[in-house]
C-alpha cells in the first residue's frame, strides 16, 4: 500500500463548478499536513497547511479525519487558473517525535478547468 | 522575504559524467535543506536533507551525493551519471513553526541522461 494515495483523475470541470480531492494516508504517526499545486513541468507551491479543525482559505477548504487517515480538499467556484496538479503531502516525523521535515507526496490528482 | 534559487535550471548530460546542481536560499538563518527527485509522470521522492552545515541524511540508497558547504548552500553531485538519473530536481528549505514544517521549493533543474 502506498504512504499517500490519491484519485490521480484526471478531473474535467466546467468554470464555476465544486470539485473535491481525496486522499488517504497509511501512517497513523503522521503528524502534518499539507495540499501543494504544481503547474506543469514547474515546482510545486504550497496551497495550504491542513489543520486538525478543518481551514478554509478562500475558496479553498481543506479538511483531516485523523481517525480515518483521511484529507480532503474542497474547491469552490473554480477558476481557468486552478488548472494544475494538486499534491496531497504528510509529514510522518520520526520516532521520539523530532520532525525533521521529511515529507511524503502523493502522485497528484490533475485537475482541468475548461471554459 | 525568503528565495531559494536553484542552477542550472536545464543541464543535458552524456552517461558517466559528473553532476553538480547547487541551491542556495537567501533571507533565512539555519534552514532545513532538502533535494527531491520527480522522474517523469512520478511522484516525488526525497534524496537528502540537512538540518545544519556539514549534516547530510540519505533517504535512499543511489548513485548521488550531497553537500552543506555553508548554512544557506545545498549541493547535489554524482561522480558518475546514469541514465536512470534523469528527472527534475528540486531543492526546498523548511523552517519549524508552530509545530508545521512548511517548505517552500526552488524552481528546479531538469535533468537528461544521454
Known amino acids: 500500500r502506498k504512504e499517500v494515495e490519491q484519485d490521480p483523475g484526471p478531473f474535467n470541470v466546467p468554470e464555476g463548478a465544486t470539485v473535491a480531492f481525496n486522499c488517504t494516508y497509511s501512517?497513523?504517526?503522521?503528524?502534518?499536513f499539507f495540499w501543494y499545486r504544481q503547474d506543469c513541468r514547474k515546482e510545486p507551491k504550497l496551497l495550504m497547511s491542513?489543520?486538525?479543525s478543518g481551514n478554509e482559505d478562500g475558496r479553498f477548504t481543506a479538511q483531516l479525519n485523523r481517525a480515518s487517515q483521511y484529507i480532503s480538499l474542497l474547491i469552490r467556484d473554480s477558476k481557468l487558473s486552478d488548472s494544475a496538479t494538486y499534491l496531497c503531502v504528510v509529514n510522518k516525523g520520526d520516532a521520539g517525535g523530532t520532525s525533521y521535515g521529511k515529507l511524503t507526496f502523493g502522485q497528484g490528482t490533475i485537475l482541468t478547468v475548461h471554459p | 522575504s525568503q528565495t531559494i534559487h536553484q542552477w542550472p535550471a536545464t543541464l543535458v548530460q552524456p552517461v558517466g559524467s559528473p553532476l553538480s546542481l547547487e541551491c542556495t536560499v537567501e533571507?533565512?538563518?539555519?534552514?532545513?535543506l532538502y533535494w527531491y527527485r520527480q522522474a517523469a509522470g512520478r511522484g516525488l521522492q526525497l534524496l537528502f536533507y540537512?538540518?545544519?552545515?556539514?549534516?547530510i541524511s540519505s533517504e535512499v540508497p543511489q548513485n548521488l551525493s550531497a553537500s552543506r558547504p555553508q548554512d544557506r548552500q545545498f549541493i547535489l553531485s554524482s561522480k558518475k551519471l546514469l541514465l536512470s538519473d534523469s528527472g527534475f530536481y528540486l531543492c526546498?528549505?523548511?523552517?519549524?513553526?508552530?509545530?508545521?514544517?512548511?517548505?517552500?521549493f526552488g524552481p528546479g533543474t531538469r535533468l537528461t541522461v544521454l
Open positions: 491542513v489543520y486538525s
Open positions: 540537512s538540518v545544519g552545515i556539514g549534516q
Open positions: 501512517n497513523s504517526a503522521s503528524q502534518s
Open positions: 526546498a528549505w523548511s523552517v519549524l513553526s508552530g509545530g508545521y514544517n512548511e517548505q517552500f
Open positions: 533571507g533565512t538563518s539555519n534552514p532545513n
